[in-house]
């Protein structure tokens, strides 16, 4: 992840996107990359090397490594960055494994969102310690382990970097998020009607981005068809998101051992519809003629299907993630996957900013297989499905244990009968 940042970055500095895409501007949040030195420091400095080994409880790892102590040189070089970093605060992992080619760790690993807004230097420099301190725990989390142990690796092998990065968005009320937040690919497993694999996809959702890795119901579309409707609108409004992701600012002093919600709220999405930031975002159903209008200028129950901006090119998000997905494959030399925030705020040149927040390799093949159902007895097969999750070939599978369901009931119930 880290090295994706820096990827980024120098990609932004060397190439103009403005010849590409002259009517956004392209950046990235404020960055900074704490290397996997100080996570090994800070085990041997704490002797914290024993969680390696022994059975103790995740909560109590977090114990103690909220405990332990950061390098001086790291806490001074904090404290510098602090003074210039007015915004909320994104910590994030970026652990070796993390986006590995053959078993990625993308979402196991934790992330703390942090206000930042507490008028004492001090006290939020110990608030992004804190985070940097749990970030590291949580390579010994229960889910880290357990997925570490499913593709056999070694936990004691998992080094941990950190990223902070400067949230994007602005201030409404008590809360801090962006317009949109989202991911996209490169190449799509799952294409529909007249789209290809080769033009890709994207996810987005309403604040925060938590709600898009979290897999709740974001909006997904194709960025080269970006008009096209994937789903029907009575699909659409029972799959809608109804609540966003938001920095809560009224937690200036969060508990962190509570979790990665600590600094975070989830209001209803009729919250910034009060705020006035869903009025691009976001359509109205119409139930009585099953139809969906852009905007929220008639009653009824709102849609967020980013119709303004993806319809109407209130900015032009579609041709600009098509555009970013191009170049990123091209100058990494493999499909990738980017996430991305957008600002629908505009400058004084009447331009909204797009700000990519990661990239990173596509993992996996992105070779089709295709299949001749008119050559398969339908008598043969074991299980049948209209709508399938994902299209791929697995070489290692030698055996399949089939139980039928309708002779298990009927054994289970002669035996009930015989007792």
Same mark, same amino acid.
């Given at each position: 992840?880290?090295?994706?940042?820096?990827?980024?970055?120098?990609?932004?500095?060397?190439?103009?996107?403005?010849?590409?895409?002259?009517?956004?501007?392209?950046?990235?949040?404020?960055?900074?990359?704490?290397?996997?030195?100080?996570?090994?420091?800070?085990?041997?400095?704490?002797?914290?090397?024993?969680?390696?080994?022994?059975?103790?409880?995740?909560?109590?790892?977090?114990?103690?490594?909220?405990?332990?102590?950061?390098?001086?040189?790291?806490?001074?070089?904090?404290?510098?960055?602090?003074?210039?970093?007015?915004?909320?605060?994104?910590?994030?992992?970026?652990?070796?494994?993390?986006?590995?080619?053959?078993?990625?760790?993308?979402?196991?690993?934790?992330?703390?969102?942090?206000?930042?807004?507490?008028?004492?230097?001090?006290?939020?420099?110990?608030?992004?310690?804190?985070?940097?301190?749990?970030?590291?725990?949580?390579?010994?989390?229960?889910?880290?382990?357990?997925?570490?142990?499913?593709?056999?690796?070694?936990?004691?092998?998992?080094?941990?970097?950190?990223?902070?990065?400067?949230?994007?968005?602005?201030?409404?009320?008590?809360?801090?998020?962006?317009?949109?937040?989202?991911?996209?690919?490169?190449?799509?497993?799952?294409?529909?009607?007249?789209?290809?694999?080769?033009?890709?996809?994207?996810?987005?959702?309403?604040?925060?981005?938590?709600?898009?890795?979290?897999?709740?119901?974001?909006?997904?579309?194709?960025?080269?068809?970006?008009?096209?409707?994937?789903?029907?609108?009575?699909?659409?409004?029972?799959?809608?998101?109804?609540?966003?992701?938001?920095?809560?600012?009224?937690?200036?002093?969060?508990?962190?051992?509570?979790?990665?919600? &600590? +600094? $975070?709220? %989830? @209001?209803?999405?009729?919250?910034?519809?009060?705020?006035?930031? /869903? #009025?691009?975002?976001?359509?109205?159903?119409?139930?009585?003629?099953?139809?969906?209008? &852009? +905007? $929220?200028? %008639? @009653?009824?129950?709102?849609?967020?299907?980013?119709?303004?901006? /993806? #319809?109407?090119?209130?900015?032009?998000?579609?041709?600009?993630?098509?555009?970013?997905?191009?170049?990123?494959?091209?100058?990494?030399?493999?499909?990738?996957?980017?996430?991305?925030?957008?600002?629908?705020?505009?400058?004084?040149?009447?331009?909204?900013?797009?700000?990519?927040?990661?990239?990173?390799?596509?993992?996996?093949?992105?070779?089709?297989?295709?299949?001749?159902?008119?050559?398969?007895?339908?008598?043969?097969?074991?299980?049948?499905?209209?709508?399938?999750?994902?299209?791929?070939?697995?070489?290692?599978?030698?055996?399949?244990?089939?139980?039928?369901?309708?002779?298990?009931?009927?054994?289970?119930?002669?035996?009930?009968?015989?007792?």
């Amino acid at each position: 992840k880290g090295r994706g940042l820096a990827f980024i970055n120098s990609l932004i500095y060397s190439l103009d996107f403005s010849q590409y895409l002259p009517d956004i501007n392209i950046c990235t949040p404020k960055t900074s990359i704490i290397g996997t030195d100080e996570f090994e420091q800070f085990l041997d400095r704490n002797n914290l090397h024993f969680v390696n080994t022994e059975v103790i409880s995740y909560e109590d790892i977090r114990k103690k490594f909220i405990k332990g102590n950061l390098s001086n040189t790291l806490i001074k070089r904090l404290k510098e960055s602090l003074r210039l970093l007015k915004k909320p605060l994104a910590i994030r992992s970026s652990g070796l494994f993390e986006d590995s080619l053959n078993q990625p760790f993308a979402g196991i690993f934790e992330t703390y969102l942090l206000p930042n807004n507490h008028p004492d230097l001090n006290v939020r420099l110990n608030q992004v310690m804190d985070a940097i301190k749990l970030v590291f725990a949580s390579v010994y989390s229960d889910v880290a382990k357990g997925y570490i142990r499913a593709v056999n690796y070694k936990v004691e092998e998992e080094k941990m970097a950190v990223v902070i990065q400067e949230v994007v968005g602005h201030q409404y009320g008590e809360m801090f998020y962006p317009h949109i937040s989202g991911v996209a690919q490169s190449y799509n497993f799952y294409p529909f009607s007249h789209m290809k694999p080769e033009e890709g996809f994207a996810v987005a959702a309403f604040g925060l981005g938590k709600y898009v890795v979290e897999g709740e119901n974001a909006y997904r579309f194709s960025p080269k068809y970006s008009t096209t409707e994937i789903n029907s609108p009575k699909d659409q409004i029972k799959n809608t998101q109804v609540q966003f992701y938001a920095v809560d600012l009224r937690k200036n002093q969060p508990d962190l051992l509570e979790g990665e919600m &600590a +600094g $975070l709220t %989830k @209001p209803d999405i009729y919250e910034a519809e009060r705020h006035g930031t /869903l #009025k691009h975002c976001a359509s109205v159903y119409d139930p009585d003629n099953n139809s969906i209008s &852009a +905007g $929220l200028d %008639k @009653p009824g129950p709102r849609v967020i299907n980013f119709a303004n901006v /993806l #319809k109407y090119n209130y900015v032009p998000m579609a041709n600009t993630i098509e555009v970013v997905l191009d170049i990123v494959k091209e100058a990494m030399g493999s499909p990738v996957e980017i996430e991305f925030a957008i600002d629908l705020n505009k400058d004084k040149d009447r331009k909204a900013s797009f700000y990519l927040l990661q990239i990173k390799p596509m993992i996996g093949s992105v070779q089709d297989y295709n299949i001749d159902m008119k050559s398969i007895n339908k008598e043969d097969i074991i299980m049948y499905a209209e709508k399938g999750m994902g299209n791929g070939f697995i070489e290692t599978i030698e055996d399949i244990v089939y139980i039928d369901n309708e002779v298990l009931i009927n054994r289970r119930q002669k035996k009930w009968q015989m007792k």
